[in-house]
């Protein structure tokens, strides 16, 4: 089954694929950021493969000098019951990554959840804001240099 | 409907004489500022076309509709839903925060309050995934028990729903009658676990505790008598014109949006995609187990009512079907290097005690790597994507929440409809703000 | 008022269920409307975007009115030590009795009900905790304390 995905993949992104990993039985691919547009597209209209299901995208911070964050998409194909996850790496001086949710209107909360926790700007989203905290929040959260009881004075309490 | 009004002074001075003769004395100025605020009111009002102007409406965090907290802002042509967007947010506890300052244990309590309705069900989810992370086998025992504790938490969401669905659309006996079975089932949890709500019942490597013979003797009494209370209520809505006409139509979602908008659990079912995590992806022993999945094509508030309810039914099938097939032996796994050990060989035996202190403080350090699973939780697809470093906590944890993804299909549901159905959709997709705002 | 927020509001239903029956205490309408309630029970995590809006429905409530914090998020931020918890209500309400527990029994709270209706027939002002602080510690702080009882 692995080795069917990546034939197909390979027919047309091979340039784009940086790493293949296969762990515990699941299947990670690292895709080229500018990439992630046409990788997905291709990935949910193909007949055979019909990853049609973005399950879940995050994001996750390695707080490494180079390749800081990574957006992590889990497709799921309802034709196969089949699992995959594509990654892309991206770095904290070019935080713009392209929106998936021309493809998929379900990553529409799912990136406005990403840009709130870690400042990832996805380009092309229609309604780009804050979502779990309030909207004049200057820091995000999930960032590893945030820390876990919040700045002193970032959030107001109403008067006693 | 617009009132011109003129700007006029509302205030005046003493000794002050205004148009109609009034004095501007302070005795009676009180007097003569309502009469005034009155008379200006009254000359110089318009009614223009009251469909021409669209209203925001809030329905605001705080709601008698007890869904939680969450925001609804509706814009309104008449009563007619021109658009509505969901605010959330205002339960955010910043789960995966904390989950980056525990250890894998330490983070078990935190899953409960997640889908606070079926608690167990997020144990098992979370518990699952650290397995699949760290590469543990459970042993059979306790994998049947997982099933039963999974399918009673299902169990007492979806009595939930019913009496507040019923409840929001106007039959309020059938919430009491759900608050009735979901007690006892509360019961059975203090028999099972210690704790009638918050159960922390799941260790990583097995159960905190077996399952003893009262316990499922309570369970079986309570299989016994459950299906007819559920017919009972059954009864009452569905043969109802005022439940049907309700909800009938009402909150219609395509079978391709649905996909698209990555919604599951029932409200996927009631498109009519036939996708269950129990049977397509099958995780514990549910390949060994019986059970059907309903299935219905209508999309509607009313098809959705239809398969939670025929859910329930599958529930009680399963949980039958796991009380008899339960194979005896341990509940937790011969790993002792990452599991805890038991209570009472903790303070009496120099190994248990050097592993629990090892475990406790500095977790159990599964390899380095990522990992999601995902099981059917009662309200769709709950999944935990863990990242880990080798070290005793994760890096990385998301939680996958299904109230959340859920509830981004809202605005197309409601649009077109009337507000009062509001309440209906939502009790339809029957949200859970603990675990959509995490 | 049911102020019902999270996990705890579950318990506060089931406090008004058939089995821990609310009614029996005379509180059997649950008044959605701070307008016509006296007594707020805060189910539930608090954050700090919720906070305001908390603030504005025990603002909206008449005098006298009483506030029972239900659970440990209320009491002191519970088990979340995170960065958008307010830990404890008292921050920014006064509270009358704090009700302990994660969630606390539906017993445990109509327990903190009847404290509340015990409080008033003591006759004490509503927000107020200082008056039984002082009565207790009295023996203790002879002298010491200056603060009027």
Known sequence: MKEKILDRLNTQFKDSIESVNEYRGELTIVVRKSEIGPVCRFLCDDTELRFDSLRDLSGTDYYRPHDRFEVVYNLYSLKNSRRIRIKIRVDESDLHVPSVTSLWPGANWLERETYDMFGIHFDGHPDLRRIYMPEEFEYHPLRKDFPLMGIPGSLTLPRK | ?438 | MPMGISCCAIEMMAFAGPRYDVARFGSEAFRFSPRQSDLMIVAGTVTYKMAHVVRRIYDQMPDPKWVIAMGACTSTGGMYRSYSVVQGIDLFVPVDVYVAGCPPRPDNLLKGLMDIQEKITRGEKPGQREKVYIRETAELDEGKNSRSA
């Open chain 2, 1 to 438: 409907m617009k009132m011109d009004r003129a700007p006029t002074k509302t205030t005046m001075e003493p000794g002050e004489h205004g148009e109609h003769g009034e004095r501007g004395d302070r005795a009676d100025r009180g007097k003569l500022k309502i009469l005034q605020a009155l008379e200006d009111q009254d000359t110089s009002v318009t009614f223009d076309d009251p469909l021409e102007h669209e209203m925001v409406l809030n329905m605001g965090p705080q709601h008698p509709a007890t869904h939680g907290v969450l925001r609804l802002l509706v814009r309104l042509d008449g009563e007619t839903i021109v658009a509505a967007v969901p605010d959330l947010g205002y339960l955010h506890r910043g789960y995966e925060k904390i989950a980056e300052n525990m250890t894998y244990h330490e983070y078990i309590p935190h899953t409960d309050r997640l889908d606070y309705l079926s608690p167990l069900a997020n144990n098992v989810a979370y518990v699952l995934a650290v397995e699949k992370l760290a590469g543990l086998e459970v042993p059979l025992r306790a994998q049947y028990l997982r099933v039963i504790c999974a399918e009673l938490a299902r169990l007492a969401s979806h009595l939930v729903w019913l009496g507040t669905m019923a409840m929001d659309v106007g039959a309020v006996t059938v919430l009491l009658w759900g608050f009735r079975e979901r007690e006892k089932i509360q019961d059975i949890w203090d028999i099972l676990t210690g704790v009638r709500f918050t159960t922390t019942f799941t260790r990583i490597g097995g159960m905190a505790n077996d399952l003893s013979d009262e316990a499922s003797a309570m369970i079986r009494n309570f299989l016994d008598q459950f299906p007819e209370n559920l017919a009972q209520a059954e009864t009452l809505l569905v043969r109802n014109r005022i439940f049907i006409d309700r909800c009938e139509g009402v909150g219609y979602i395509s079978r391709e949006d649905a996909i698209g908008w990555g919604l599951t659990g029932p409200l996927l079912r009631a498109a009519g995609v036939a996708h269950d995590l129990r049977r397509d992806e099958p995780y514990l022993v549910y390949h060994d187990l019986e059970f059907d999945v309903p299935v219905y094509n209508d999309s509607d508030v009313l098809a959705r009512f239809y398969v939670r309810v025929q859910e329930m039914k599958e529930s009680v099938r399963i949980i039958r079907q796991a009380l008899e097939k339960i194979p005896p032996g341990p509940v937790n796994a011969a790993d002792p290097k990452r599991v805890l050990p038991r209570k009472e060989r903790t303070y009496g035996k120099m190994e248990e005690l050097i592993h629990d202190f090892m475990i406790v403080n500095f977790g159990i350090n599964p390899p380095i790597g990522e990992v999601y699973n995902a099981i059917e939780g009662s309200k769709g697809e709950l999944g935990f994507y863990i990242v880990s470093h080798g070290e005793g906590f994760p890096w990385r944890l998301k939680i996958r929440s299904p109230s959340f993804v859920n509830l981004q299909a809202l605005p197309p549901m409601l649009k077109g409809g009337m507000i009062s159905d509001v309440v209906a959709v939502i009790g339809s997709v029957d949200p859970v703000m603990g675990e959509a705002d995490k």
